[in-house]
């Protein structure tokens, strides 16, 4: 059976659920592109948040799949692929976390730059990464400075040596990057 008609609700619904497909991938991509070096922070925390946006695209994809004029066996069986996708999230927003900040510290005699710490656990290891924020409220820009992947068991220790220098440390190694006047590190240290 071919569904031929549509009524004037499907169309302004598959309108509304095309535009709001659309917003949620110019979103993702907004956040996406700032989580690069010197991204604004704000919307790299609002945006970059791709379970959630693919978990409300979810039934955004039901209504247009609904409101197509398709095969009604086309809709039942994509109708159950959208579902079984929804059903398969449920595991990654039990078991996957995001990296969470673990500390925080002013720069000296600078109210504007932050060493920001984060974490990410994983099943036998955890990931670190070090940050520079440059800046407050909503022009503040987030640059790398180290990271630690899973594998790598010494923790990181940052420390500011100056208001324009921070000071690196993994077991052994020590390494001090400079910073521009934007907070734009000189250099990074990755591990693992």
């Known amino acids: 059976m071919v569904i031929s008609q549509q009524t004037a609700g499907e169309r302004r619904a598959l309108r509304a659920a095309s535009a709001a497909l659309a917003l949620l991938v110019l979103l993702g991509a907004v956040g996406r592109y700032s989580e690069r070096p010197g991204g604004l922070l704000v919307l790299r925390g609002w945006f970059d948040r791709p379970l959630l946006l693919f978990t409300a695209a979810l039934p955004l994809l039901l209504v247009v799949l609904y409101c197509v004029t398709w095969r009604a066996w086309i809709r039942v069986v994509l109708g159950v692929g959208v579902l079984l996708a ?43 990464w070090v940050f520079v924020d440059q800046g407050t409220g909503l022009t503040a820009r987030r640059w790398p400075i180290a990271h630690a992947g899973f594998r790598y068991d010494d923790e990181i220790d940052a420390a500011w040596d100056g208001p324009d220098r921070v000071r690196l440390t993994s077991g052994s190694t020590t390494k001090v990057i400079d910073l521009a006047a934007d907070g734009r590190p000189s250099d990074s240290l990755t591990l693992g």
Do not use: C, H, K
């Not at 398969?88 to 500390?103: I, K």
């Not at 720069?107 to 990931?127: F, H």
């Open 86 to 128: 929804a059903v398969a999230t449920v595991p990654l927003w039990l078991f996957l976390d995001a990296p969470y900040d673990t500390g925080t510290q002013r720069a000296p005699d600078r109210s504007d730059r932050r060493i920001v710490r984060q974490e990410e656990p994983g099943m036998l290891s955890t990931a670190q």
